[in-house]
């Protein structure tokens, strides 16, 4: 969502910070780029004057440390006021109410209102233990109740019962009594959208809201649908009173300029953000970790998250226990690139790593992107078990068959048995390391229980039982210390002994080791 506005933001920063002092001419002809590049984001007029104001006053007039440059300094503005414009603080959805604690979801059709409200059930009855009634307030689009009925299905959630002839009114008041007689926690109302707002739509949701009395009103928007949806969100508010907001498509390819707009624009914050089609990829919006991954500094604490959601916990520990014992075969290799598959690959990954960002088009244009992943395990299936075991068996009347299996050439075959044998080598040398040495130390904190390989072990510290919060406050001090900067790096991150499959030994910038693996981008001398 937000690379392009990344790729231009780090660009005009990174010219600031290699300067040893700034004018104030320098200042406002960065701040002009700076502009630009937000108004090309589709991000509302007057936030970005009120954003650059702010900016250019705080940065003319700042006191710069003996420690820091001043160009440092003013990317530090920048993140500070980034991080403001989108709200601050992370803030949930509200559930501290008598039960049963209505939700109201509103928008117009086609954002996504539907699909929103079976996943914010799912979250509340998967994540908080919460007993959830959906209800489908939609009587004009055809099926719209019988969507909601089949999504609640197979997300095992409860709905409402539909009794044909009903007005939307009377379903709400029937749904929050059937709620509050089936003892559930929360009642989400999942309200008729329009194709665009009009007064019968502004009407019956005042209308719906008099009659259900709703704890909280979330709108959904459609986040690719940019300036638009901020005079949606602002009409919105007006007329119906909207306590937060949920973007949906945040996975998608727009410009990033809803999400940066309406937080400032209607004061509502952004609750919850759509990032798949799953019923599962539904995130909490963080205002500091959208900031970091804006401006290139990575978001180490998300990719903890996912990678905690996300890898197989058992697997990861019988992964373990056999690379302790220094075997690693090629049914071990796929499991590898399925779990980064699951984390969103490579390049998900390295965006969400301090310093990283700049490394995904180096690695795009050798070849290194995600379909690497899925060619790479084609041809491990096209294998015999025997095969997948003992990778020597493999000559060249084997590869040929292989390689008309998987619909790849000899040479990829080889590329990955080469890649194969360096991480194979390398679990066999840390295995032999004892109880006290590198295995280890490869193994503990997240390699163990991410199951990434022991690719992140050496100096990181154990994050195994630690709190998400006490992550971000790392994050905090990091950035304190000048360390969370574009072309930094995290503490605890240098040092990586490898593990994720692959960059042929390429140091990676702001994290000091460097991964063996992925055939391709040479090593620095």
Request: aromatic letters at 2%; glycine letters at 14%.
């Amino acid at each position: 969502m937000f690379e392009n506005l990344q790729d231009r933001l780090g660009s005009i920063l990174n010219g600031l910070t290699g300067r040893g002092a700034l004018s104030e001419a320098d200042v406002s002809a960065a701040l002009r780029e700076v502009r630009r590049a937000l108004l090309e984001a589709d991000v509302a007029l007057d936030v970005v004057r009120s954003f650059t104001d702010r900016v250019r006053e705080k940065a003319v007039g700042a006191e710069i440390l003996k420690s820091i440059k001043p160009g440092q300094m003013v990317v530090k503005i920048v993140h500070d006021e980034l991080i403001e414009m989108l709200g601050g603080e992370g803030v949930g959805i509200d559930l501290h109410a008598p039960a049963p604690v209505v939700v109201m979801m509103v928008g117009l059709q086609g954002s996504g209102k539907t699909t929103t409200t079976a996943k914010i059930a799912h979250r509340l009855s998967t994540r908080e233990k919460k007993k959830v009634l959906m209800a489908s307030l939609d009587t004009r689009r055809p099926a719209a109740q019988e969507q909601l009925r089949q999504l609640g299905a197979q997300a095992s959630i409860d709905t409402l019962p539909v009794i044909s002839g009903q007005s939307p009114t009377d379903i709400a008041a029937r749904a929050v009594q059937a709620a509050k007689l089936g003892g559930h926690d929360v009642v989400i109302l999942d309200t008729a959208g329009r194709t665009h707002i009009d007064e019968p739509l502004m009407v019956e949701m005042a209308d719906i809201k008099k009659r259900s009395n709703p704890h909280e009103i979330l709108l959904v928007a459609d986040s690719l649908t940019g300036q638009d949806a901020v005079n949606l969100a602002r009409n919105f508010d007006e007329r119906v009173g909207i306590t937060g907001l949920v973007l949906t498509r945040m996975d998608g390819d727009g410009r990033g300029g809803a999400a940066l707009s309406m937080r400032a624009v209607t004061g509502k914050p952004i609750k919850l953000i759509g990032v798949g089609e799953k019923m599962s990829e539904l995130e909490e919006f963080h205002p500091r970790r959208i900031a970091d991954r804006i401006l290139g500094m990575g978001d180490i604490v998300s990719l903890v998250e996912r990678a905690a959601e996300n890898i197989d916990a058992e697997k990861a520990a019988a992964m373990a226990a056999k690379m302790a014992k220094g075997k690693f075969d090629l049914d071990d290799l796929a499991d590898q690139l399925r779990q980064m598959q699951k984390m969103g690959g490579m390049g998900g990954i390295m965006g969400m790593m301090p310093g990283m960002a700049g490394m995904k088009d180096k690695m795009a244009t050798a070849g290194l992107d995600d379909k690497l992943f899925g060619r790479q395990i084609a041809i491990i299936q096209s294998m015999t078990k025997a095969e997948r075991a003992n990778p020597d068996l493999l000559k060249h009347s084997r590869k040929k068959r292989i390689a008309a299996g998987s619909g790849t050439d000899a040479a990829a075959i080889n590329k990955l048995l080469k890649m194969h044998r360096q991480m194979a080598d390398m679990m066999k040398m840390m295995g032999g390391k004892g109880k006290g040495g590198m295995m280890k130390q490869m193994m503990s904190g997240l390699a163990g229980k991410m199951g990434l390989g022991g690719g992140m072990g050496g100096g990181m510290p154990d994050l195994s039982n630690i709190d998400p919060r006490q992550l971000e406050a790392l994050q905090k001090q990091a950035e304190a210390a000048g360390l969370g900067k574009p072309g930094g790096g995290m503490p605890g991150l240098g040092g990586l002994p490898g593990g994720l499959p692959g960059l042929g030994g390429a140091k990676l910038p702001g994290l000091g080791g460097g991964f063996p693996g992925l055939p391709g981008l040479p090593k620095k001398k």
